[in-house]
């Protein structure tokens, strides 16, 4: 990493100011810190395409995909849920980083069937919750027991 990252990290943090200073937000909600993560995802991104550095797309992707999902994300009605943005937003920061790196592809595009699966399915997901949570609420107390007796009597010193 050479001074890109930081040049873009300073170029932003003045643009910022200076829109701030003369008002020039185009009302735009730039005091949040989706926003935040959109200028450090774009630095990211610069830093990958400059520097030719693998490893820095995806911090990019994750860092972009999130401001713009919190950001921007309930203005659309098709846009999906937290749970599967992010999922589909890490599939996508996998998939890029296959392009480059040779590697991740599978990963990416498993999550991104899990994605797509709760984004078409969602109520089999929270029937499946809802089941296991009911489940388990009466008797989750018995792991802290269980933990417990394993480190008073069986773990060694």
Same mark, same amino acid.
């Given at each position: 990493?050479?001074?890109?990252?930081?040049?873009?990290?300073?170029?932003?943090? =003045?643009?910022? $100011?200076?829109?701030?200073?003369? /008002? +020039?937000?185009?009302?735009?909600?730039?005091?949040? &810190?989706? *926003?935040?993560?959109?200028?450090?995802?774009i630095a990211?991104?610069?830093?990958?395409?400059?520097?030719?550095?693998?490893?820095?797309?995806?911090?990019?992707?994750?860092?972009?995909?999130?401001?713009?999902?919190?950001?921007? =994300?309930?203005? $659309?009605?098709?846009?999906?849920? /937290? +749970?599967?943005?992010?999922?589909?937003?890490?599939? &996508?920061? *996998?998939?890029?980083?296959?392009?480059?790196?040779?590697?991740?592809?599978?990963?990416?595009?498993?999550?991104?069937?899990?994605?797509?699966?709760?984004?078409?399915?969602?109520?089999?997901?929270?029937?499946f919750i809802?089941?296991?949570?009911?489940?388990?609420?009466?008797?989750?107390?018995?792991?802290?027991?269980?933990?417990?007796?394993? &480190?008073? *009597?069986?773990?060694?010193?």
């Open positions: 990493m050479r001074w890109t990252f930081v040049a873009m990290i300073m170029l932003e943090i =003045g643009l910022y $100011f200076l829109l701030k200073n003369f /008002d +020039l937000f185009f009302n735009m909600n730039m005091n949040t &810190l989706p *926003f935040f993560f959109i200028m450090f995802g990211f991104m610069v830093q990958a395409k400059a520097e030719k550095d693998d490893q820095a797309i995806v911090p990019a992707v994750l860092l972009l995909g999130l401001g713009i999902h919190f950001l921007w =994300g309930k203005s $659309f009605p098709f846009w999906p849920d /937290d +749970l599967t943005a992010m999922i589909w937003i890490i599939a &996508l920061a *996998f998939i890029i980083r296959s392009a480059q790196a040779k590697s991740g592809f599978a990963q990416g595009f498993i999550l991104l069937l899990i994605g797509s699966f709760l984004y078409y399915f969602p109520s089999a997901l929270t029937s809802q089941k296991s949570v009911s489940n388990w609420q009466a008797f989750w107390p018995i792991l802290f027991v269980i933990a417990g007796l394993y &480190l008073l *009597f069986f773990r060694k010193k």
